[in-house]
């Protein structure tokens, strides 16, 4: 297969796990532990190439994104050492990439900021994603209108409604370029799994009454989402990702609660559905999810940019609505997961169109 050319917009955590897995698959011979798909539409992972990287971290700009991925605050599992990849991160715009907690901990570039488009053009990348900080609203569809200057597919990490925005999403589809968003969700995470376990419960005919879902962990992305300001359309991902499964109004609370520095990396999700089945009875279920959240996301993100790829080797433009179901929280189409993954595949195979 030919290789597909992947920009990072946004060298965080999420693509540390995404350049370290993808390396990893190249020693292996192609191969990679853990993934819901070895093939998708004949690309494997390591297929992957990575051809241009964009962040505004005095630490990261001007490093080889083999080294940059290692610099702090980046602090995910290092499964891979000593890497050279070639590609130098970019000194982007900063926009409004950094809130109140961020500036405290990350010194901006002082270079002057590239034109992102002709980056994206010149390193004749095939699929962008934006992994930039929630809440980034501007910078997030600065960089989508970008791609669609470049001709970039978008595969958008983070909950700004671009993919999900019918205006958006029709530009997407008019100019030509594929689109696969919002927000990853991860591979065994909080939301698939809190959404499963409604479902499972509504299937099995108990009436719910209340559902939380609390998370914490000690990166970055943490620290950030404590600014509550920057969290409306991550509140409202996670939240309509469990709601869109039970087919009545169910008390909710989901988000992200705390920041807790020595996690580091490590996201723990606490999860409880409360309801009533047969005679009025009542029934609880509370559990706790341990995981290293970038590398929940990077087996997904595999997936999605293999399916962004395919999407332009047959022109398809605009939201590719299977493959955002399968990897997406919030989507333009939401399907339990059982089904996201029938049509992901049926769109690998060619028997739909997106
Ligand atoms: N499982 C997961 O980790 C997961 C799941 C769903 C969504 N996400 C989202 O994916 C995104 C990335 O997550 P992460 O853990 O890598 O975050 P991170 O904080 O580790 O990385 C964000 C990176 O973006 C850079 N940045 C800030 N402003 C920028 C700008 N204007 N242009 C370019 N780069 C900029 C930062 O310097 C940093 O390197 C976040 O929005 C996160 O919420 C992650």
Same mark, same amino acid.
């Given at each position: 297969?030919?290789?597909?050319?992947?920009?990072?917009?946004?060298?965080?955590?999420?693509?540390?796990?995404?350049?370290?897995?993808? =390396?990893? /698959?190249?020693?292996?011979?192609?191969?990679?532990?853990?993934?819901?798909?070895?093939?998708?539409?004949?690309? /494997? +992972?390591?297929?992957?190439?990575?051809?241009?990287?964009?962040?505004?971290?005095?630490?990261?700009?001007?490093?080889? %994104?083999?080294?940059?991925?290692?610099?702090?605050?980046?602090? =995910?599992?290092?499964? =891979?050492?000593?890497?050279? %990849?070639? $590609?130098?991160?970019? *000194?982007?715009?900063?926009?409004?990439? %950094?809130?109140? #907690?961020?500036?405290?901990?990350?010194?901006?570039?002082?270079?002057?900021?590239?034109?992102?488009?002709?980056?994206?053009?010149?390193? *004749?990348?095939?699929?962008?994603?934006?992994?930039?900080?929630?809440?980034?609203? &501007?910078?997030?569809?600065?960089?989508?209108?970008?791609?669609?200057?470049?001709? $970039?597919? #978008?595969?958008?990490?983070?909950?700004?409604?671009?993919?999900?925005?019918?205006?958006?999403?029709?530009?997407?589809?008019? *100019?030509?370029?594929?689109?696969?968003?919002?927000?990853?969700? /991860?591979?065994?995470?909080? !939301? $698939?799994?809190?959404?499963?376990?409604? &479902?499972?419960?509504?299937?099995?005919?108990?009436?719910?009454?209340? !559902?939380?879902?609390?998370?914490?962990?000690?990166? !970055?992305?943490?620290?950030?989402?404590?600014?509550?300001?920057?969290?409306?359309?991550?509140?409202?991902?996670?939240?309509? @990702?469990?709601?869109?499964?039970?087919?009545? /109004?169910?008390?909710? *609370?989901?988000?992200?609660?705390?920041?807790?520095?020595?996690?580091?990396?490590?996201?723990?999700?606490?999860?409880? %559905?409360?309801? =009533?089945?047969?005679?009025? @009875? +009542?029934?609880?279920?509370?559990?706790?999810?341990?995981?290293?959240?970038?590398?929940?996301?990077?087996?997904?993100?595999?997936?999605?940019?293999?399916?962004?790829?395919?999407?332009?080797?047959?022109?398809?433009?605009?939201?590719?609505?299977?493959?955002?179901?399968?990897?997406?929280?919030?989507?333009?189409?939401?399907?339990?997961?059982?089904?996201?993954?029938?049509?992901?595949?049926?769109?690998?195979?060619?028997?739909?169109?997106?």
């Amino acid at each position: 297969m030919p290789s597909i050319r992947v920009a990072v917009i946004g060298v965080g955590n999420c693509a540390s796990a995404l350049v370290q897995g993808v =390396t990893k /698959s190249k020693e292996n011979g192609g191969g990679l532990e853990g993934l819901s798909f070895e093939k998708l539409g004949g690309y /494997s +992972p390591s297929d992957i190439e990575f051809v241009a990287a964009f962040d505004v971290n005095k630490q990261k700009v001007g490093h080889d %994104l083999g080294e940059a991925i290692f610099a702090p605050p980046n602090n =995910t599992l290092k499964i =891979t050492s000593g890497l050279k %990849l070639g $590609v130098e991160v970019k *000194r982007a715009p900063v926009l409004d990439g %950094l809130g109140k #907690y961020l500036k405290e901990m990350i010194t901006v570039d002082e270079r002057p900021e590239v034109d992102v488009a002709a980056a994206l053009r010149e390193s *004749r990348a095939d699929v962008a994603i934006n992994y930039v900080p929630v809440g980034s609203e &501007r910078a997030a569809r600065f960089y989508a209108e970008e791609c669609l200057k470049a001709g $970039v597919a #978008y595969v958008n990490a983070m909950p700004t409604f671009i993919a999900s925005d019918p205006e958006w999403e029709k530009k997407f589809r008019e *100019r030509g370029v594929a689109i696969i968003g919002d927000d990853v969700m /991860s591979q065994f995470g909080a !939301t $698939v799994l809190h959404k499963t376990l409604a &479902r499972l419960m509504v299937d099995r005919g108990v009436r719910l009454k209340q !559902t939380y879902q609390l998370n914490v962990g000690g990166d !970055t992305d943490f620290a950030n989402m404590i600014e509550e300001s920057r969290l409306k359309t991550k509140r409202i991902s996670k939240t309509s @990702a469990v709601q869109s499964l039970i087919p009545y /109004s169910v008390p909710t *609370r989901i988000g992200p609660s705390d920041y807790i520095e020595f996690l580091e990396n490590r996201k723990y999700a606490y999860i409880m %559905l409360e309801g =009533t089945y047969f005679g009025g @009875a +009542p029934v609880k279920l509370e559990l706790k999810l341990e995981v290293w959240d970038a590398y929940n996301s990077a087996g997904v993100m595999i997936d999605a940019v293999r399916a962004a790829k395919l999407a332009k080797d047959r022109a398809v433009s605009g939201a590719v609505t299977s493959a955002a179901a399968w990897t997406m929280k919030h989507p333009p189409i939401q399907m339990p997961y059982e089904e996201a993954k029938r049509a992901i595949t049926e769109f690998a195979e060619g028997k739909r169109e997106r």
